[in-house]
């Protein structure tokens, strides 16, 4: 089952690749898109329903917690992959885009998906290759256009996630170090399964280091300030299908591993260690995003700071740890890897039809364009944690799981935190959809576009109303991995 999921979007990108024509590429990249997607609800289905799968000699692994991002990942993809045969079928009618960069993006795009599935169902040092991978093929895609803007932003993004990257790889290092003094060889010690089971008796000084290096590391490539830098530029440079893909889903993605060795390294050291990091990173995440989201004129830029906030939340929530903080963050990953995206759709839709990404030219988007208007607005709210949207019932989790931990300075902080963000950023989007709309500005951009966004509007909005009781029981298997005695 991993084997054929991993497959279906290498083959996606390999045929989008070598074929000749906008359709043929359009086509494929919707049924290797649907591929994906039902080939990771079965690898989903699989693990709750018979645990743990290992295969291709202990290299190929996925338990609760890869299946809960293979879920996330797939979902996404699927819906940018839908939203963008809109976005770029309207960049080749218009000559900002021509065939042979189309068989570009669509093979990229597959192939970042590859890379973002694989590191959720691979072993400790296949998920530092896989990272890696994913900085490694969306660099391209960030650059696609040719811009002087985008091409800095690239280099920027591969500077940054690299030194990274070195960092998370020392980190790996110690760890796999560590786990060869257990286990007296170096059998096991790169499995997540063997690395669990013993990761009391690692040498505790040895994982501190370890895990600074990692959270320094991935955190990185996750956003946390104060290693955040490369996101505002990127997330504003690429194009907004790829914008929705780094944010939505390469941030997890990231977060995930550092949340992997959290696990192993909390039981030798004790949680307050690892909690402690975890929440002072969240808290200046989400306290560095609160000026420049205020003052911000770039509304791309914008969005991207409000990532940087949203994976400090998660990191406080898992800070804050036990059942209800590690449950919180979970459940924010998956709402924001669904808001995200639709606030980068619209704010696509936008950019193509206004021709700018400054907040202060754009107005009357729900007159101008009524669906992604009405759409950007909801998204605003939903994004900012209003009710009854899911992240206001992720938020509520982690706030609550803060005071009932006793962790109440840090809580209270977040609150405000999140109060003048809402603020601030709602000004912003309220004052795009609303008002009067340029008089060259009619109509959307495509249906394929709108379809897109619809699709992810429900489980935005679900979760705020209703939490399935499948996912709930997802997220309570994946508590049951990560939460240290």
Known sequence: MIKYL?????LTG???????????????????????????????????????????????????????????VSLVGFATSVYSVGYMGYEIKH?????????????????????????????????????????????????????????????????????????????TILTYYAAVQVFDGSEGAIDWLSLVSVADQFDPVLMKIAFIFVLIGYGTKAGLAPMHTWLPDAHSEA?????????????????????????????????????????????????????????????????????????GIIAIGIGFGG??????????????????PLMFFGAGNVLL????????????????????????????????GAPPFGIFISEFMVLAAGFSQGNIISTVLVLLFIIMIFAGFFSHISRMALGTPNSDVRGEVSRWTLGAMALLMVFVLVPGLYIPPQLYEMIMKVVEVLVVP
């Open 6 to 10: 991993l497959l279906a979007p290498v």
């Open 14 to 72: 390999i045929l989008c690749l070598i074929s000749k024509k906008q359709k043929q590429i359009e086509i494929i990249n919707l049924l290797g898109s649907v591929a994906t997607l039902l080939l990771g609800l079965a690898l989903v289905i699989s693990v709750f329903q018979d645990g743990v799968i290992v295969t291709w000699k202990d290299v190929l692994f996925a338990d609760a917690f890869s299946a809960y991002l293979v879920l996330i």
């Open 95 to 171: 000559g900002a885009m021509d065939l042979k960069r189309l068989r570009l993006y669509y093979c990229l795009f597959h192939i970042f998906m590859f890379s973002m599935l694989l590191v959720g169902v691979t072993n400790i040092l296949g998920l530092w290759i896989a990272i890696e991978l994913t900085t490694l093929v969306s660099a391209p895609l960030i650059i696609l256009y040719s811009k002087k803007s985008s091409v800095e932003a690239a280099w920027k993004y591969l500077i940054i996630c690299t030194v990274g990257i070195t960092f998370a790889l020392f980190g």
């Open 239 to 311: 194009p907004s299908p790829v914008s929705a893909m780094l944010s939505g889903v390469l941030l997890n993605c990231a977060m995930y591993a550092i949340i992997r060795f959290r696990t192993l390294t909390a039981p030798s050291t004790g949680t307050e260690f690892t909690s402690n990091l975890m929440i002072a990173f969240g808290l200046l995440s989400v306290g560095i995003a609160v000026p420049f989201i205020i003052l911000q004129k770039d509304y791309k830029r914008l969005l991207a700071y409000s990532s940087v906030e949203h994976m």
């Open 323 to 340: 059942i209800l903080g590690i449950s919180g963050a979970l459940l924010h990953m998956f709402n924001h890897a669904m808001t995200k």
């Open 353 to 384: 039809k206004y021709g700018t990404k400054e907040i202060d030219k754009v107005s009357g988007v729900v007159r101008s364009m009524p669906f992604t208007g009405t759409m950007l607005l909801l998204g605003g709210l939903a994004i900012t």
